[in-house]
């Protein structure tokens, strides 16, 4: 027992109390006798803290010695950020959720590493560091870069100065075909009408003799020639206009995505060299074809030729094939003479492109020899 009035201590011994004298009160509080707040201070910070981020105290009593609801009734002042939490005959203050610190004095932001790619904007990302997060930067006109929303209308300074515009085309459409118009430097325009109208499109790469599935795959000024002489071509090149695709062995320009063609253009084929189908002659009017593209015959009527044909197949030489197509570039599917079927050879235009390779197991001539010259085969 301990009375504040005179500093005596007494204590009990079994069934009897002993008085043991007077002791400092600050002795008495260093061991731990008396009451008030019922945490310390941390030694480093100075500050009290409860368990997990919060300060502890002890509630009031009420009349009767009933422990009051300090929380309920307005008297607890907790920092901001932070929730009076009753705990039996104490209370809490707790900081909010994403804020830390002791709850009565202050509850700082809780800071987070920005983790791109999380769905959250942080503070410290922006539409340029993270758009996954934050979202595509707006266009921004003069920044060098022609953006999808931009246009040679709405901002030259990117996009290129709009070229004069078209006559005659079909309302609603943007552009003509040929002679090209309507777009702006760095786009062409591909066919949505069978008349030739359309609308631009970012140029496309692939230059005469490549090959394509569409139009936008060509660059300015070429289509893409699907079908020509009942063959299946899928190769950029000249369009030029009906009247002299005679001049050139056209095949058609079509509208992509449809079984659609546009009347009165064509796309010119690309005459090549079966035996050298990327590197013809110097000197001659034989083009190259692009990589993966084979040079294949194609006939109409008494008129026959070599021109570009994409894809090239993939069946090696001496395997079994039943058409051109299936052979690599290089290659063409030759019968077998007294049997079904066939096998891919390679192509050659004279002896010296037959050095090296096998002779052809169903070959009746000298073996290892081009069996024609031009466009014949090894043996």
């Known amino acids: 027992m301990f009375d504040p009035g005179n500093s005596n201590v007494i204590v009990q011994r079994g069934p009897h109390w002993v008085w043991i004298g007077m002791l400092p009160f600050l002795l008495l509080q260093a061991l731990g006798v008396g009451c008030g707040n019922s945490s310390s201070p941390d030694p480093r910070t100075g500050v009290s803290m409860g368990g997990g981020g919060a300060t502890t105290n002890s509630a009031g009593a009420g009349d009767g010695g009933a422990p009051v609801d300090d929380c309920s009734n307005g008297s607890v002042t ?17 900081c909010n959720d ?8 202050q509850c700082s932001v809780l800071t ?3 983790v791109c790619g999380d769905k959250t904007c942080q503070a410290s990302e922006s539409c340029s560091t993270c758009p996954a997060d934050c979202g595509a930067c707006p266009a921004v006109c003069g920044d060098g870069t022609c953006q999808a929303s931009e246009s040679c209308k709405t901002c030259s300074a990117d996009c290129g100065a709009c070229m004069p515009s078209c006559a005659g085309i079909d309302p609603g459409t943007e552009c003509a075909v040929f002679p090209s118009c309507g777009c702006a430097v760095g786009s062409m325009c591909v066919p949505t009408t069978t008349s ?3 609308h631009c499109v970012p140029a496309g790469t692939a230059h005469e003799g490549d090959g394509c599935m569409t139009n936008s795959d060509c660059a300015p000024g070429l289509g893409c020639n699907t079908t020509m002489w009942g063959q299946t071509i899928h190769v950029c090149g000249q369009i030029v206009a009906a009247a002299v695709m005679s001049t050139c062995n056209a095949g058609t320009l079509g509208i992509d995505g449809t079984a659609n063609e546009v009347s009165g253009l064509a796309v010119c084929g690309v005459d090549c060299d ?28 008494d008129i026959e030729g070599d021109f570009c044909m994409y894809p090239a197949g993939t069946t090696a030489l001496g395997g079994a ?9 290089a290659a063409e599917c030759v019968a077998n003479q007294g049997s079904s079927g ?14 090296g390779q096998p002779a052809f197991a169903h070959a009746t001539g000298t073996p290892s020899t081009c069996s024609g010259d031009p466009d014949g085969f090894c043996w």
């Open 78 to 94: 907790c920092a901001p950020h932070a929730t009076c939490v009753p705990a039996g005959t104490q209370y809490e203050c707790v």
């Open 98 to 105: 994403g804020f830390v610190g002791d709850g009565s004095v």
């Open 112 to 114: 987070q590493l920005a």
């Open 196 to 198: 030739g109208s359309g």
């Open 274 to 301: 079966p035996a050298h189908p990327q590197s013809p002659p110097a000197g001659g009017y034989l083009e190259p074809c692009g990589p993966g593209v084979a040079c294949r015959s194609a006939s109409i009527g």
């Open 321 to 329: 094939c039943t058409k051109d197509s299936d052979c690599l570039v």
């Open 342 to 355: 066939g096998a891919c050879r390679k192509a050659c235009g004279s002896n010296a492109d037959c050095t």
